[in-house]
């Protein structure tokens, strides 16, 4: 079975993809922090993002159609025994045992 289609990228990080080489080639001593910071400057400024969102639109629309024939194929029942986000850990996990620890404060008062 195929995986699980990749949620799409939107108007700004399509944009970012196409310009990064630009930034870089114009900051060569930048890093990539600095290239993502310059590059959110950039898009601010930047008038018409009708292109970019158009984009960020169709791959939109690319996604839903795949994961709606991902999850008709069968996909999205079955985890693989991946944890989901805000699931409950197991009952007793992550705690310690008070067997063998030792207190100075037993709860006695003498």
């Known amino acids: 079975m195929a995986d699980k289609p990749k949620r799409p990228l939107s108007a700004y990080m399509l944009w970012l993809n196409s310009a990064r080489e630009s930034i870089k080639r114009e ?19 930047l008038k018409d993002k009708s292109e970019w969102e158009a984009k960020a639109a169709t791959a939109k629309q690319n996604y839903i159609r795949a994961l709606q024939e991902y999850e008709r194929n069968g996909g999205g029942g079955d985890d693989k025994g991946k944890k ?27």
């Open 84 to 110: 989901r986000k805000g699931a409950a850990p197991k009952k007793g996990a992550g705690k310690k045992s008070k067997k063998g620890a030792h207190s100075d404060d037993d709860g006695d008062s003498e």
């Open 27 to 45: 900051n060569p001593d930048f890093k990539v922090t600095e290239v993502a910071k310059k590059g959110g400057e950039l898009w601010r400024g």
